[in-house]
């Protein structure tokens, strides 16, 4: 048997994959443990009076050669999380942690199988589909002068476009719990995080006490497909932009994320025009 010198521990096999995960998890237990950060926990179920930012999504993706029955457990784990979310106050100098307040994904708690992207491929396991609730709260944070303080990207081209190209629309990955997505509450009042299912349409906002200075934009440059090698990729280039809503004025563009995604999803179904 010959090694493999780039053959990462948790690659050898099932097993050695899910030590390396338990390793994973119990270091970010004691870092949290010894941080000594302020973590949100309060419910409230009375909203807040004034929106901050709102956004939402179909669920239930029925494009060619995506699996529907995954998409329907998908919005059952959605559910569940969003039961748990919604409400949640995020005081001043409090960090909000995805993972903190969802938990481990289980049978036992109703999770189901649903689709994830796992070592570069994609596949299903317990509480597949929660990247979707955790990229809807990445873009409720980008519009909104609240601080992102950990977030991973994975593919941003998991299925075709539907409806037209909608920037950061599926690329925000999550793992129980080391892959966590987090945000810091930086203002000088109370945030809320409404997370309800519609039917098979998750609503999500956040609210605040009172109005912000401050508004929005999420914009990409240079979208485009590339061949390399015998793979397509997504490219560009995706900044939030901030106006001061008095005057419109920009204030602020910051890059978040230079765009570069691996297409999983069947080659035919680029838009031709989109491939340079």
Partial sequence: MFWKKD???????????????YKEISKRHVKDFLSRQRFA????????????????SNMIKRSPGVDISTQENKLANIVIACGLLDGLIIHPGEVFSFWRIVGKTTLKRGFLDGRVLQRNGLTTGIGGGLCNLANTIHLLV???????TEFHNHSDALAPDEHGRVP???GTSVAYNYIDFRFANITDQDIQLICRCEGEILVAQLRSETQFP?????????????????????ISKIYKATYETASGRLIDKQLILDN?????????????????
């Fill in 7 to 21: 053959l990462l521990f948790c690659d050898i096999n099932p097993t050695c994959y899910a030590i390396s995960q």
């Fill in 41 to 56: 926990s309060t419910m409230q179920r009375e909203e807040l009076p004034v929106t901050v930012s709102s956004h939402q």
């Fill in 142 to 148: 980008l519009h909104s002068p609240l601080e992102v």
């Fill in 168 to 170: 950061l629309s599926a």
């Fill in 214 to 234: 401050w508004n929005y934009e999420i914009v990409e440059e240079d979208h485009h497909f590339a061949k390399e090698g015998e793979r397509y990729y997504r």
């Fill in 260 to 276: 570069h995604s691996r297409v999983f999803f069947d080659y035919a179904l680029i838009p031709q025009d989109q491939i340079w």
